[in-house]
């Protein structure tokens, strides 16, 4: 199985609004992290949809290895 590019070893920080929806990058190649910019039109994954109930800070996975996609759940400290 084709494993995602680590993006970086830790979270996105970002403002999101409630009921917008967010492509989170899932392959690692984006140029625009954590979002979707349609680079993994190469390989074997899709972007993610995300809509978040509430505003506020969100911290998305940037390692590609959360057990929680999108948001990061602290496995970036164990690779």
């Not at 074997?44 to 996975?61: H, I, Q």
Request: glycine residues 8%; charged residues 25%.
């Amino acid at each position: 199985m084709e494993q995602p590019k680590i993006a970086q070893k830790s979270p996105y920080p970002v403002e999101v609004e409630a009921g917008k929806t967010y492509y989170w990058c899932r392959c690692g190649r984006s140029q625009k992290q954590p979002f979707c910019d349609g680079s993994h039109k190469e390989t074997s994954f899709t972007p993610l949809a995300y809509t978040p109930e509430k505003s506020g800070k969100a911290f998305f996975c940037g390692c590609k290895s959360t057990g929680n996609q999108p948001l990061c759940d602290g496995t970036h400290n164990k690779l």
